[in-house]
């Protein structure tokens, strides 16, 4: 069984910047295509950002764009979203997701929390000063 373990939020200034972490285990990590959601109070989740299984794709949401990245080290299981400028609306729940392996609709559904089969328990990331 998939487990995602997520860490690295906490408060941060306006204009900050943050580094998530998400540990894999369970499986083969190369196969898996990553991603990581969020979830601000009263909202739904909503995509940030994804990577195929090779790290040669990756995607963002327009809000994030040019301030986020997100990349992955298979040496160690590991993917990461390192987050620069952030602002207020940042302010959420952060999710690492995984599919479940080598799923070729990624392509297409890569901002769909329904196409991800394991998730972790998510780490807060708070934005003010």
């Known amino acids: 069984q998939v487990q995602l373990v997520e860490s690295g939020g906490g408060l941060v200034q306006p204009g900050g910047s ?16 990553m991603a990581w959601f969020r979830q601000a109070p009263g909202k739904e989740r909503e ?5 195929n299984w090779s ?24 993917v990461y979203l390192e987050m620069d400028n952030l602002t207020s609306e940042d302010t959420a729940v952060f999710f690492c997701a995984s599919d479940s392996g080598f799923a070729v609709n ?24």
Do not use: H
């Open 55 to 78: 790290g040669t794709r990756t995607y963002f949401s327009d809000p994030v764009k040019g301030r986020f990245t997100i990349s992955r080290d298979n040496g160690v299981n590991m």
């Open 47 to 51: 995509f940030v950002a994804a990577m």
């Open 106 to 129: 990624f392509y297409s559904d890569y901002n769909l929390s329904t196409f991800y089969t394991f998730w972790g328990q998510g780490t807060q990331v708070t934005v003010s000063s």
């Open 18 to 33: 943050l580094r998530l972490s998400c540990k894999f285990s369970g499986r083969k990590f190369e196969d898996a295509n």
